[in-house]
């Protein structure tokens, strides 16, 4: 059984869903189709997976079933790519509600015919996967359905304890204070938010809580220039990409996502689950032109990526709060819920208060002879204001924001 401990912070929280959209290069086949996600889910239990909970110690878990859980939609109309608006007006129809995911699994898949293959959109829910941990499933269903690769068996193994993250890595006094408050108040408290009230709360706040999705795309060989120029520079196309949000919606911070895969000693290869971090990029300087902003993007990212305790800020207040408190925090700051410490660490750690954030996150580059090309829409969390997914395939760069 595996128990729901970071990913806790995925889970009282509306809009912890995000989608990737792929061509690829295989007819449409339905029984194909339905015979490929049998295999995934054989391969990866999470998606047999409802959510459980145990009161007595007022835990969730990952509830695997005997049956594959994901939802599949075939569709009739024939699309003449993975670009088509549809696509996007599908992934807002399906996450214009909360998910209940006691009755319904964390994966949502909807497939329509093209003139040279076929378009899948998939949407997650994040308690699900993280955003690599998704493209690998994504490549994973490529592979199966077009070229009859079978998935391999991925053991899923959660980070379970602060004790398996660095030394280095514990959070500073300050921090640990305030955590430490935050949940002696929940023990003065003892309330415990139930998930079929934060459930009905959600269900209504996604409702009115309009977000507006828009997408773009780089052409290959403008993206090798772009690197090239980038690379004259000694910085990253991703430290460009963050100082050109800077530039454009002048802001001086945006939230930065990180892949922790590598370095934690639980993640199995091929895994779903959440095995990411986050973390603040903030330069205060009038610097208009991108590329030079993006030198003073790139010490800064790469300070972080190296100083632990930055690293793994965010990781270590997930694991280090009373989950009552994560469970609280988004209904405290935005509806009616008396949670004393859970609206003050939604409002002091996780922005929940009001949606002025910006974020970007960056899933990198991959090739592949099956997909021919494909799009990461990102989450649209309640703290951000706007937020871009990017996903480089074959050399094209496609950005999708999402934006309040």
């Not at 998935?151 to 379970?160: D, G, H």
């Not at 009115?208 to 795309?217: E, F, I, L």
């Not at 694991?319 to 002091?348: E, H, I, Q, T, W």
Request: net charge neutral; with cysteine; aromatic share 10%.
């Amino acid at each position: 059984m595996q128990y729901i401990f970071t990913e806790r912070a995925h889970l009282m929280c509306p809009h912890m869903n995000f989608g990737i959209a792929m061509a690829v290069r295989y007819p449409f086949e339905g029984n194909r189709i339905r015979e490929s996600l049998d295999k995934l889910s054989a391969a990866h239990p999470f998606l047999k997976a409802l959510l459980g909970y145990e009161q007595e110690k007022n835990a969730y878990y990952y509830r695997v079933t005997d049956i594959p859980q994901t939802e599949l939609q075939l569709k009739d109309r024939e699309l003449p790519d993975a670009g088509d608006p549809e696509v996007l007006r599908e992934y807002e129809k399906l996450t214009s509600r909360d998910w209940d995911l006691f009755a319904e699994g964390m994966l949502k898949i909807v497939a329509w015919p093209m003139r040279d293959g076929i378009c899948f959109l998939l949407v997650f829910h994040h308690l699900l996967a993280d955003g690599r941990g998704a493209l690998g499933l994504v490549r994973e269903l490529a592979d199966c359905y077009a070229g009859g690769k079978e998935p391999r068996f991925a053991e899923e193994k959660l980070i379970a304890s602060a004790e398996e993250f660095p030394k280095e890595s514990r959070m500073p006094f300050i921090s640990r204070f305030l955590i430490s408050r935050a949940n002696r108040n929940q023990a003065k408290e003892q309330k415990i938010l139930s998930y079929p009230e934060y459930h009905a709360f959600a269900d209504a706040f996604v409702k009115q809580d309009r977000v507006a999705y828009s997408v773009s795309r780089t052409g290959a060989e403008e993206v090798e220039k772009l690197r090239q120029v980038c690379r004259g520079n000694g910085v990253t196309l991703n430290d460009y990409l963050l100082a050109k949000m800077m530039t454009e919606d002048q802001t001086e911070k945006v939230i930065m996502a990180c892949d922790l895969r590598n370095r934690l000693g639980c993640y199995t290869e091929g895994a779903l689950g959440n095995y990411s971090t986050a973390f603040s990029v903030a330069v205060k300087e009038t610097e208009t032109d991108p590329f030079e902003l993006a030198k003073a993007v790139h010490k800064q990212v790469q300070q972080k990526m190296n100083r632990l305790q930055d690293l793994y800020l965010v990781l270590q207040c997930y694991a280090n709060l009373d989950p009552a408190v994560l469970d609280a925090a988004f209904m405290a700051c935005r509806g009616d819920y008396p949670s004393k410490p859970g609206k003050f660490v939604g409002s002091m750690f996780f922005g929940f208060d009001a949606s002025k954030g910006y974020s970007i996150t960056n899933l990198g580059a991959v090739e592949s002879k099956t997909i021919l090309s494909a799009f990461f829409i990102p989450p649209a969390s309640p703290a951000i204001r706007k937020t871009q997914g990017i996903l480089t395939v074959n050399g094209q760069m496609t950005v999708c924001t999402s934006e309040r």
